[in-house]
C-alpha cells in the first residue's frame, strides 16, 4: 500500500481502508494501541484533541502483518 501521507485523522480513514470511521472508534484502545496505531499530538486546547492514525500500522494490523513484540513492549511500559 503506498500512501504520500503517513498518518491521517480519523475521518479521513474511509478514503484509504474503504471501512468506516466506526469500524476504528470501536477498536480504539483495545485492539489498536496508542503510540503504535494512532496518537495524540500536543496541543494546548482543553477540549479538542486531534487524533492521528498510523497508515502503516493500520495497514499492517489489516493483514495480520502486526508486530506482537513491539506491541507487547508498549502495554508493558504503561503506567
Do not use: C, V
Request: net charge positive.
Amino acid at each position: 500500500m503506498r500512501h504520500t501521507k503517513k498518518y491521517i485523522q480519523e475521518k479521513n480513514l474511509p478514503e484509504i481502508f474503504d471501512l468506516s470511521t466506526d469500524f476504528f472508534a470501536q477498536r480504539k484502545k483495545t485492539e489498536f494501541i496508542e503510540g503504535i496505531h494512532f496518537f495524540i499530538p500536543p496541543n494546548s486546547s482543553k477540549t479538542k484533541k486531534a487524533i492521528l492514525w498510523d497508515i502503516e500500522a493500520l495497514d499492517n494490523w489489516l493483514r495480520g502483518n502486526f508486530n506482537s513484540d513491539r506491541e507487547l513492549q508498549e502495554l508493558l511500559s504503561r503506567k
